[in-house]
Each structure stands twice: as structure tokens, then as C-alpha cells.
């Protein structure tokens, strides 16, 4: 399996956020996103989510342009915003249930992504209830639903506790062994250590980065 992003544009009237993002991901691989704020992290993530549209460019997995196929987009692609994409009112098992069948979350839950990830602790709990780490591995949980070998993640332990960054960066780890292809926008230091290849997003153009432990050099570019 092979992801390619290739020639990634976007335009907001005369201000180009976005000019020829490429790269490929192997399986297995974690692909850091750095920029400053606004620079056009997220952006690139909606498109590839199929939450915006792209000006130009295409997202192939094994030659199919997920941009242009809903449905392939659908079954090979994760998604978890920086917001919550739960409904508010209901439980964390009544949002499992808007993308699972019954039988399937509980087999997950006895023994799957929602148990790796702590999910059957907190299930009658309604989201207008959960702490940002409950929400943000409830998220996660929902996003997988269809075992997607890709992962798209924008800034998944921000404004987390520790505890929880660690417990979703195990969680991460784990995905990663699987074969999974990550791509998660970033600026902190637990996640950037899970990636593989970092790049940063600067005046709408991708640039590799090596990071190798150094916060403030990386600052420097950003």
C-alpha cells in the first residue's frame, strides 16, 4: 500500500494557502505536519478528509484518488478534527452507535481499538459531560469504526492532560505497528517523536524538517 498526496492546492480568493504539497506515506509510517497558526495545516487535512475541496492536486492510495471517490475516501480514511465531531446530547455509546453496528462495538469493546482505548469507561457517560480526554479518545474511537489504514489527526492531544497525552500516544504507537499510515498536525513534543518524517508548512509550501530532539531549533523555522 502506497499513499501519495501530489500537487495539493487551495485558494481563498487571491490568497493561495496551499501551493504543490506533495509527499507519500508508506504502512507503518507517521507523517508530521508543523506550521504556524493559519499557515494551512488544517486545511490540507479537510481536503484530504473531504471537508473542503482542493483548487488542484490528488490523494492516491494504491492509484485511487480518494479526492475524487467518496465512497473509497470513506472506507480507507480516518478523520478526527481539532473540534469535537460527537453530538453533545447523547451518550458515548449512542455516538458509537451512529457509526458501528451493535454487535461490532461490542466486540470492540471487549477486545479492540475502543478497549485499547479506554472507551467502556466512561460509555453511559453523555459527551455534554466528558472531560477533553474522554471526548478526544471518543473521537478517535468513532473515526476508526471501519478499521481505515489511513488516519488523519489535527493536533489530537492539544489542550490534554498528560495522563491522557500518553495514553492516546500509546494508542498511536500501537496503530502505527499495525501498519496504519498516520497524518497528524502537531506541536507537541509527544507526538512529533511518533513520527517518522516531519514537514513544515510555511507561505503555502511544504519543506522537510529533521527533527532530532531540538524544540527551539524547530521554533526557528516554524
Known amino acids: 500500500m502506497l499513499l501519495e498526496i501530489k500537487q ?6 487571491k490568497h493561495q494557502v496551499l501551493r504543490d ?7 507503518g509510517t507517521c507523517i508530521g505536519i508543523l506550521g504556524a497558526n493559519g499557515c494551512g495545516k488544517s486545511t490540507l487535512l479537510s481536503i484530504l478528509a473531504g471537508v473542503q ?27 478526527v478534527p481539532q473540534g469535537t465531531p460527537l453530538i453533545e446530547e447523547l451518550s458515548a455509546k449512542d455516538n ?8 461490532t462495538m461490542v466486540a470492540q469493546l471487549d477486545n479492540g481499538v475502543l478497549k485499547l482505548l479506554g472507551i467502556g469507561e466512561f460509555l ?6 466528558m472531560s477533553g480526554g ?16 489511513v488516519l488523519l489527526l489535527d493536533e489530537p492531544t492539544a489542550a ?3 495522563a491522557c497525552k500518553q495514553s492516546i500516544a500509546q494508542w498511536l504507537r500501537q496503530y502505527k505497528a499495525d501498519g496504519g499510515i498516520l ?14 518524517r516531519w514537514y513544515i508548512i510555511k507561505d503555502g509550501v511544504l519543506v522537510p524538517f529533521v527533527y532530532e530532539g531540538n524544540v527551539a531549533a524547530l521554533v526557528e523555522q516554524l
Open 8 to 13: 495539493i492546492e487551495k485558494r481563498y480568493g
Open 21 to 27: 504539497i506533495s509527499f507519500t506515506a508508506e504502512p
Open 53 to 79: 475541496k482542493a483548487d488542484g492536486g490528488s490523494f492516491l492510495l494504491d492509484g485511487v484518488d480518494l479526492l475524487r471517490s467518496s465512497k473509497a475516501r470513506a472506507a480507507q480514511v480516518g478523520y
Open 96 to 103: 458509537l452507535l451512529l457509526w458501528y453496528d451493535k454487535a
Open 124 to 129: 453511559k457517560v453523555p459527551v455534554s459531560k
Open 134 to 149: 474522554m471526548k478526544k479518545r471518543l473521537s478517535i474511537g468513532c473515526a476508526m469504526a471501519k478499521q481505515p489504514p
Open 160 to 162: 490534554l492532560d498528560l
Open 183 to 196: 497524518l497528524l498536525t502537531t506541536h507537541d513534543v509527544l507526538e512529533l517523536e511518533l513520527c517518522d
